[in-house]
């Protein structure tokens, strides 16, 4: 390669990220999807002409980066790119190719640059409703969760296909917001496909096969490189969740073999039969998510980075679900993975113990005295895990990127009152590092304009606590229960009378090794600052 | 008596630029951060000695300061406690409870400016539109005053939930503290920034009440000072949204004098807009650590209501703290000349966000920095006349930034001189992104922009810079290095609040809206009216809108009456015109929202100075020659100097050629040409390829 071929090729790169951020930021301020627009749920990404993802935006949630990547060569050998023509679009929300769950739409649009296709790109947005039974857990199957589409195409030649539009819109219970995102995610892939073409003219380049080749040669010499760093061998580890309705036992072999690093499921509960199942594609994009957050957070997701961590999971298992499962609450067990992956690296790597994980995101429904039916779901989160040389971070999101809504929006639209939103203080496991604090929310219908609140939960770690590592402290467990008294489970439905209140009390963060080297003046501070109520209570939380 | 004035304090230099006629003299010193009034003082009596003028003259001062962005950045604002509704302790550290990197698990969140044990709950709570749920517990506020007063608390913050709408609550609690506290000085939220979302308002009154001590203080020592020297005419203060406002506004709400100084630069470039009669503009300030741009349309720039102030990690989006306050839509960047590079985990060349700023500085300073930075960079590939930068007071050393440059970029396998050129190509194509993105964001595109490029680094990369934006057309103006005090006397006297009152339409009830917006018409002209005359008063509204279910607003100006029958259906209109011109499209049959409202109070405008008489063209006369690497052809060619001081209005050469100045240089490259305008600017034009 000549000197200015490699300043060019790394300047192309820079540039395409660029073209994916400013996309993907655009969907999220068109977005009517509350987790597109707050948890950054959707990723974009350019692929080669063999369907390989070159580059992807900074911006997009761990569930879609993997996904999306393994997405697109399916559609690519559904439609082959030399029988595309400027305008074709190609969509799917079919789990088993796509994210994992129908309300996640792909769109693929290819590149075209000196009349021929010279690749594609594709983001994966999070629709507002897929029709069904909505989002949640209560499926029996896929077929109850939801309309699919299979691989299709949207427009041809720039021409929209009206009939599959219309289709989906009559299927769904918010058609103009879920056509207004399809839209969308279009109009957004046509912009990046023009603006690639445009850099391809700016820099005198015919096609992206050069520029992708050493993107990905480069990207993949480095993952392989650090991989080969760490010693061979097999790495275990297991984690136990609360389930739908009974534990459900996840199981990893992680192993390391030269260049090739192995995530292995295999001894996985079998599949659930309510929609708490993963598909093998989601099951990827959290698992590698949890290795590359510590193997390689500095480096840029795309062929390289994937290609060298293979997943696997003995199909009909809880990670590699097969159809007709129900998948549509996937997260609440996919959210676990990296805490599983993690600790499985815990000889070869520094890693933060275990953290709440799971998102709290309890569903409200109920009928106002305008009788007028409402429906929010709100975004809440416990508390993370220790890090080996810092406190755990309070009532932060991980793995999820999601941000919380603010109590006053939530209550302008919605005739619920949010009467507290509080650290939880002594959730926080014990230890030389302190586990980070989950919150304590206190949820009450207006009694001023509704009768009961009904209210659809996905929670988890009311059973199984974050594990602290190396001699550090569990962080507490999730409590839910009404005001008036009376524990609550943390999956099914629920009923708030008038007048009384949901109090939930989201899981704390394990701690970090052994408490009784915590310095003393950190702990004077939290014991001044609340975060731990008294020096006794401290004591007690060294207590597993 | 004409004479005006513009103080400047930035966080290297204060300057002062002093105004009478057509006539301009302009003075910086260094900033004196324990005391940043001596250095004004100091400032203000040489420029004026240079003018041959007093105090005495002088009808206008207008000041602007970083005071506040330092003493919130470097937390070093006062002691400061919160006081906010029962269950709702924690909003201030709990924040958006997101992380703003996806891969980062070393990030570090942003430190609450108020420590927990200063948070003090108390029973309280109203109802999103106002009505009471829980009246105040008079008691336990009183508790709370004589718990803050105990732990030595210098300011207090108070925000009660949906205090936005009714603020009767936050005022009594304000009096309560105020009789057990005596003077401390409270915020209250809604005043300070009354809009819904706890965290952003929450964020914003907690800022308020922690600089306004330090501010306070500094303001009345200040125009103490400047009166006992003779000061008779008016001090007036800019804002962050690039207006004026009294000494006594800018002290009971001192978060709005943040960014100021770039404010300033951002309205330096606006008039010059407006004296080139130039529709559409991107103005480019590049200094030692950031880039900053802004889009000026009709000679205004674009008006935003929120910013982040203190982006300490990385520069990232979410890692400072959100301040919803009016402010000049400006973006700034880890970009500049102290920027350094590096190669990343996959051998890439990366460059900034962090910099070497001034102390140690670029290698080539040769003040014991060795990182290699942009700076270093441009002198490798002959942009810079090491011995002529600063004006010849600050010889640059070409071999340290080779050293530096071999040592952090040879890994690369590129020549030293390839590797600087890839540098500030990267560093460019950072810039242009950031730009692309923000043309994107506020619907308003880069095509046929003219680029205002002032600051020390920005006519060095201006000419890569427009190439990649598709922009054809650059002006370099006068007086660049003290822009942001000159844009001061350009600042209009003007005020605006901004408030939420929802809207569904088209049909919605208006009574809330209605009285929103007067009252807060009133409010603003109550501030102008300070100093301007009730008579020469112009209003403009906006309403910030979006269809319901979606969570990003748009700003959509509108020159309606709230009161006459068919608002809401015209409302929507204005509002599917700007949604279709960000966004290509509208989504018919999903009904529309309007969330807040802005009302902006302004003298009107006084006409710009005339444009500069053209002058007949004339070829330029090189200097001398200097040898300079093309990246584009790997080749050293030998390139004509020209001296700025030099050229004559009408002087022209074609490029390439180097326009060498004291405080910056102007690269004209292959492709360009140049001209001197009568106004001694330079004109870059871009020949079509």
């Known amino acids: 390669m000549t000197q200015r071929a490699r300043i060019i090729g790394d300047l192309v790169w820079q540039r395409l990220i660029a073209i994916l951020e400013d996309q993907a930021q655009t969907l999220i301020r068109t977005a009517f999807s509350t987790t597109t627009r707050e948890a950054g749920d959707l990723s974009t990404g350019v692929f080669d002409r063999r369907g390989r993802m070159i580059a992807q935006a900074v911006t997009g949630t761990p569930g879609h980066v993997n996904s999306m990547a393994l997405a697109v060569g399916h559609f690519l050998a559904r439609f082959s790119l030399d029988t595309l023509v400027p305008g074709d679009v190609l969509i799917s929300n079919d789990p088993w190719l796509c994210s994992g769950h129908l309300h996640d739409f792909t769109v693929v649009t290819p590149v075209f640059h000196g009349g021929r296709a010279v690749g594609a790109v594709a983001n994966t947005v999070h629709m507002v409703d897929i029709g069904g039974l909505g989002f949640g857990t ?16 949207l427009a041809h030649g720039g021409a929209l296909d009206t009939v599959l539009l219309e289709s989906i819109a009559a299927n769904v219970r918010a058609p103009d917001e879920v056509t207004g995102d399809l839209h969308s995610s279009m109009v957004g892939n046509a912009q990046a496909a023009a603006r690639v073409s445009e850099l391809l003219a700016d820099y005198r380049l015919d096609d992206l096969e050069a520029v992708a080749d050493a993107i990905i040669a480069r990207t993949r010499e480095t993952v392989e490189g650090r991989i080969a760093a760490l010693p061979d061998g097999e790495y275990r580890n297991e984690l136990a969740t609360d389930g739908y309705d009974h534990e459900v036992l996840l199981k990893l072999r992680l192993i390391i073999d030269g260049r090739t690093m192995l995530l292995d499921f295999a001894g996985s509960s079998p599949a659930d039969t309510r929609g708490i199942n993963v598909v093998l594609n989601y099951t990827a994009a959290y698992a590698v998510f949890g290795v590359n957050c510590v193997l390689n ?20 298992s809880i990670l590699n679900a097969l159809r007709p499962s129900p998948v549509s609450a996937r997260h609440m067990i996919g959210h676990m993975l990296p805490d599983l992956v993690l600790g499985a690296l815990e000889e070869l790597l520094p890693v933060p113990a275990e953290g709440a994980g799971l998102i709290w995101n309890p569903s409200l429904r ?13 975004f809440n989160a416990g508390g993370a895990g220790a890090q080996t040389d810092r406190d755990g971070w309070n009532a932060t999101a991980f793995p999820s990127g999601v941000r919380t809504m603010p109590v006053e929006a939530v209550e302008a639209s919605v005739p619920v009152l ?31 304009n509704l009768g009961e609140l009904l209210v659809n939960p996905m929670f988890d770690r009311l059973d199984h606590p974050a594990r602290g590592r190396s001699g550090g402290g569990d962080g507490a467990r999730g409590q839910v229960r009404l005001r008036s008294g009376g524990a609550l489970p943390g999956k099914g439905r629920y009923t708030v009378p008038p007048g009384d209140a949901l109090v939930l009390d989201l899981p704390g963060g394990a701690g970090f090794g052994p408490p009784v080297e915590r310095d003393p003046a950190a702990l004077a501070a939290d014991i001044a600052d609340g975060y731990v109520s008294s020096a006794e209570a401290w004591t007690g939380l060294r207590k597993p | 008596m004409t004479v005006r004035l513009g103080v400047d304090i930035g966080g290297t230099f204060t300057d002062v630029a002093v105004e009478e006629g057509q006539q301009r003299w302009s003075v910086k010193v260094p900033t004196t951060h324990a005391a940043p009034e001596t250095g004004v003082l100091d400032a203000v009596a040489r420029a004026l000695a240079a003018a041959g003028r007093t105090l005495g003259d002088v009808s206008l001062l207008v000041h602007g300061t970083t005071l506040a962005t330092n003493a919130l950045i470097e937390r070093k604002g006062a002691r400061t406690a919160l006081l906010t509704s029962q269950g709702f302790r924690d909003v201030l550290e709990m924040g958006s409870e997101g992380r703003f990197d996806q891969y ?15 948070r003090f709950a108390v029973p309280e709570r109203l109802r999103h539109d106002g009505s009471v749920l829980v009246p105040l517990d008079a008691a336990a506020t009183a508790d709370a005053a004589r718990a803050m007063a105990a732990a030595g608390v210098e300011a207090v913050a108070v925000t009660f939930l949906h205090a936005y709408a009714d603020g009767a609550h936050e005022r009594q609690a304000r009096e309560i503290l105020t009789r057990e506290m005596g003077a401390v000085p409270v915020s209250v939220s809604h005043e300070v920034s009354p809009e819904m979302r706890e965290y952003e308002r929450t964020s914003t009154t907690c800022a308020n009440a922690y600089l306004q001590p330090v501010v306070g203080t500094y303001l009345l020592r200040l125009e103490a000072a400047l009166k006992a020297r003779g000061l008779a005419g008016a001090m007036l203060m800019i804002l962050s949204s690039g207006s004026l406002t009294t000494v006594a506004t800018a002290s009971r709400f001192p978060i709005r004098l943040l960014e100021s100084g770039p404010a300033g630069g951002a309205i330096f470039a606006c008039d010059i807009a407006r004296r080139l009669g130039l529709e559409r503009v ?13 889009l000026i349309d009709g000679g205004t720039a674009r ?31 880890g970009a500049g000349g102290g920027s350094i590079a590096r190669i990343d985990a996959v051998g890439r060349i990366a460059v900034g966000p962090d910099s070497a700023g001034s102390e140690p500085g670029p290698a080539c300073y040769g003040r014991g920095g060795d990182d290699a930075t942009v700076t270093d960079c441009d002198l490798m590939q002959g942009k810079l006349d090491p011995a002529a930068f600063a004006g010849g007071t600050m010889p640059l050393d070409a071999g340290a930034a080779e050293v530096a440059i071999d040592g952090a970029l040879a890994a690369t396998g590129l020549s030293t001189v ?15 992104a950031a730009a692309r993105v923000h043309a994107a964001e506020t619907g308003t595109g880069l095509e046929g922009r003219t680029l205002v490029a002032f600051g020390g680094g920005a006519p060095l990369h201006a000419a890569r810079f427009a190439a990649r934006l598709g922009i054809d057309h650059i002006v370099v103006p006068e007086g660049a290095g003290v822009g942001s005090a000159i844009g001061f006397l350009r600042a209009p006297l003007a005020y605006e609040v901004v408030r939420t009152a929802l809207l569904q339409l088209p049909d919605g009830a208006l009574d809330g809206v209605r009285a929103a917006l007067a009252a807060m018409a009133a409010e603003a002209t109550a501030v102008v009216t300070q100093v301007a005359a009730a008579d020469s008063l112009t209003v403009q509204r906006a309403a910030l809108m979006r269809y319901q279910g979606q969570g990003h607003e748009i700003a959509v100006p509108f020159d309606l009456d709230a009161d006459t029958p068919g608002f809401g259906a015209a409302l929507q209109g204005e509002f599917e015109t700007v949604y279709r011109r960000y966004y290509g499209r509208t989504i018919d049959g999903c009904p529309v929202e309007a969330t807040s409202w802005t009302v902006r109070v302004q003298q009107h405008a006084a006409a710009p100075a005339a444009a500069p008489p053209e002058a007949a063209s004339h070829p330029a006369t090189p200097n001398r020659r200097r040898r300079v690497y093309d990246g584009d052809a790997e080749v050293w060619q030998d390139w004509p100097e020209y001296d700025r001081a030099h050229l004559q209005p009408g002087a022209a050469a074609a490029g390439p050629a180097i326009i060498a100045e004291d405080e910056t240089t102007t690269v004209v490259p292959a492709g360009f040409a140049f001209r001197i305008d009568g106004a001694r600017f330079i004109h870059l034009m871009r020949r079509q390829p």
């Open chain 2, 282 to 294: 991107l103005s480019f300030d590049v200094g030692g650590t950031t880039a900053k741009f802004c």
């Open chain 2, 303 to 333: 008006a935003a209501q929120a910013f982040e102030i203190g982006r300490t990690y990385r520069f990232k989006k979410g890692s400072g703290l959100p301040v919803r306050v009016p402010v000049i839509d400006l973006v700034e960047i």
């Open chain 1, 366 to 378: 109920g009928v106002g005295s305008d009788g007028r039916q409402f429906s929010m779901v709100t």
């Open chain 2, 104 to 118: 980062d698990l070393r990030l570090v969140k942003p430190v609450p400016l108020v420590p927990r044990r200063l």
């Open chain 1, 138 to 153: 209560e499926g029996r199957d896929v077929h109850e969760e939801g309309l699919c589409i299979p691989i299709a195409k």
């Open chain 1, 297 to 316: 957070p500095d480096i840029p997701c795309n062929h390289g980075s994937l290609a060298p961590i293979a997943v696997s999971a003995p199909p009909g």
């Open chain 1, 418 to 448: 949010i009467r507290a939103k509080d650290l939880r203080a002594d959730s926080g496991g014990a230890g030389r590092q302190r586990g980070g604090l989950g919150q304590t929310i206190v949820i009450e219908g207006d009694a001023a």
């Open chain 2, 418 to 432: 390839n590797a600087a050129y890839a540098v500030t190509e990267t560093v460019t194509e950072t810039m242009a």
